[in-house]
C-alpha cells in the first residue's frame, strides 16, 4: 500500500551548505539559514493522460488557502499512484495569481466567475460541478473539508452524483482512507471511495518536483438567484446536543452577567445546571444533565458546579471537562480533565480581562 505522506511538525529547514537541519525547540534564529536557489522544475503534459482526478476549490478574495494548496497536493499524489493520469480542476472564483496552478500539478482549469461567486451559491455551484463531472468522467473528486462552504458543497455534490462519499479524511493511500468519525473520538478506514473530503493537515509536503502546462477555461456561472452568504450563528441559538464548546453555570455563579460576558468572549453555547435552571437564571432547555440535555462538546467548560450524579450523566460523552470550582474535593472536580481551583467570580473577570487584551492586541 502507497500512503501520501501527512504532515510532520519537524520538517526542519535547509541550510547553506545543502544539509537539511532539523531543530526540536531549540533556537535556531542565529544560524545560517540561507535558502538554496531553486533548480528550474521540469514541465509535465498530462493532456493525453486516459484518466482524471478532479478537485474543487473556491478562490476566496482572490486566492487559495493552505488547505487548498494541501487538497491540490493529494490529488497530484493520487495522480501519481495511477499512473498516466491528470488532474482537473473546477474553480469557483478568479486568482489574483494563476501562475500558481502549474505548481500545484493543475493540468486543467475550469474556472467559473460571477459577481457573486463568493457568496454562498450551493445550488448553481451543483449544477456547474454536475456537468463538469460528466464531462471528464474523474475516478476522484477531492474537496476540502472547511466551513466555507466547501464541506456542505462535497455533501451536496455526492448525492447529486450519486456517489460514494467520505468526510473528515485525514490519510489517503492508493488502498483507501482514514477518517474522522464520532466527533473526533474515533478513526475509520474506508475503501477509496469517488468523492473525498480532507482535513487541514492530511499532508505537509507541498512542492512538486515539477511543473505542469495548465490548460484553462473560463465560464460564466450566471447566478440569478440564491442565498445572500453564509453566517455565524450567535452561540445562545445553537442546540447544545450540536455545540462543540459549551460552558456551563452551577450554583457556585453568583454574577451571571459576568458568566454571559465571558461565554460572549469564548463564543460557548450556554448551559446550566438544574439548580440554575430551576432558580430560573437559565431556560429548560440549556439544562444538561439526565433530566435536561446530553451533551457531546468537544470542550465541556464547568463553573462553580459541585457535579452531581444527573449531571454527569449529561456530560459523559464530552471529550474534555474542565472545572472551575473552590471545592477540590468535588464530584466535577474529579471528573475533570483539567481543574482550576478557584473562585468563580474572580476567575471569570480575570479571564475576561485576557481575552480582551488578546483581542486589543
Excluded at 475509520?188 to 518536483?209: F, K, M, N, S, Y
Excluded at 449529561?314 to 482550576?340: F, W
Amino acid at each position: 500500500m502507497k500512503r501520501i505522506n501527512r504532515f510532520s511538525q519537524d520538517r526542519g529547514f535547509m541550510t547553506a551548505s545543502g544539509v537539511k537541519r532539523i531543530a526540536r525547540g531549540r533556537d535556531v534564529s542565529g544560524e545560517d539559514q540561507t535558502p538554496i536557489a531553486a533548480a528550474v522544475k521540469p514541465v509535465r503534459d498530462h493532456a493525453d493522460a486516459e484518466r482524471r482526478i478532479m478537485l474543487c476549490l473556491q478562490a476566496k478574495s482572490g486566492a487559495l488557502s493552505t488547505l487548498d494548496r494541501e487538497v491540490a497536493y493529494v490529488a497530484r499524489a493520487l495522480a501519481e499512484l495511477n499512473g498516466d493520469t491528470a488532474v482537473v480542476l473546477v474553480l469557483f472564483g478568479q486568482l489574483d495569481q494563476p501562475q500558481c496552478l502549474a505548481d500545484m500539478g493543475i493540468d486543467e482549469v475550469a474556472e467559473w466567475v460571477d459577481e457573486s461567486i463568493e457568496h454562498y451559491q450551493p445550488e448553481a455551484k451543483v449544477e456547474a460541478l454536475f456537468g463538469e463531472y460528466q464531462r471528464v468522467q474523474p475516478q476522484h473528486v477531492l474537496f476540502a473539508e472547511s466551513a466555507q462552504g466547501d464541506s456542505d458543497l462535497a455533501r451536496r455534490f455526492a448525492v447529486r452524483a450519486g456517489l460514494s462519499l467520505a468526510t473528515d479524511v485525514f490519510e489517503v493511500s492508493d488502498a483507501g482512507v482514514r477518517r474522522a468519525c464520532g466527533n473526533g473520538r474515533y478513526h475509520a478506514h474506508a475503501l477509496l471511495p469517488a468523492v473525498i473530503a480532507l482535513r487541514a493537515g492530511t499532508t505537509g509536503a507541498l512542492d512538486l518536483e515539477f511543473t505542469t502546462a495548465v490548460d484553462a477555461q473560463s465560464h460564466a456561472l450566471g447566478l440569478t438567484a440564491g442565498d445572500e452568504d453564509l453566517f455565524s450563528l450567535p452561540s445562545d441559538d445553537i442546540p447544545l446536543v450540536e455545540a462543540d464548546f459549551v460552558i456551563s453555570a452551577g450554583n457556585g455563579v453568583a454574577n451571571m452577567d459576568t458568566f454571559h460576558a465571558l461565554a460572549a468572549a469564548l463564543g460557548a453555547s450556554i448551559g446550566g445546571s438544574r439548580v440554575v435552571v430551576d432558580d430560573g437564571k437559565l431556560p429548560r432547555e440549556r439544562q444538561v444533565g439526565a433530566t435536561g440535555q446530553i451533551v457531546r462538546a468537544q470542550v465541556y467548560l464547568a463553573i462553580g458546579i459541585s457535579g452531581a450524579v444527573q449531571h454527569l450523566q449529561g456530560i459523559k460523552e464530552c471529550s474534555t471537562v474542565i472545572a472551575v470550582n473552590n471545592d477540590p474535593s468535588c464530584d466535577m472536580v474529579k471528573r475533570a480533565d483539567l481543574s482550576i481551583i478557584a473562585d468563580a467570580e474572580s476567575w471569570m473577570q480575570q479571564m475576561i480581562e485576557r481575552l480582551k487584551a488578546r483581542v486589543d492586541a
